[in-house]
Nanobody, 119 residues
Framework: VQLQASGGGLVQPGGSLRLSCAAS????????MGWYRQAPGKQRELVAD???????NYLDSVKGRFTISRDHAKNTVALEANSLKPEDTAVYYC??????????????WGQGTQLTVSS
């Protein structure tokens, strides 16, 4: 299963950006999709995820500013990032875990997309 992320870029503080990620391959079901980020010199951290039932989880520092959504039919996940701050600068990675059509579990990562918040 492959994940293709897009939508990163340079944004001014207070601005907004939408990240998108599409999963492709022999997918039977996806249990969870989400976004992680890694800033220089820091560990990768979970930003937000959404499980198949619709429950969402957010990093405390992005609550109220970021919104994760998922299109089950298209196997896509999006992250709407608003009121961006310089500390949101990082490489953002999408993630998905589920089951293939061969009934084998998978967990896959996208290639990463850079989000830079700077004036």
């Amino acid at each position: 299963v492959q994940l293709q992320a897009s939508g990163g870029g340079l944004v001014q503080p207070g601005g907004s950006l939408r990240l998108s990620c599409a999963a492709s391959g022999s997918i039977l079901s996806i249990n969870v999709m989400g976004w992680y980020r890694q800033a220089p010199g820091k560990q990768r951290e979970l930003v937000a995820d959404i499980i198949s039932g619709g429950t969402t989880n957010y990093l405390d520092s992005v609550k109220g500013r970021f919104t994760i959504s998922r299109d089950h039919a298209k196997n896509t996940v999006a992250l709407e990032a608003n009121s961006l701050k310089p500390e949101d600068t990082a490489v953002y990675y999408c993630y998905a875990a589920g089951m293939t059509t061969s009934f084998i579990g998978f967990s896959s990562w996208g290639q990463g997309t850079q989000l830079t918040v700077s004036s």
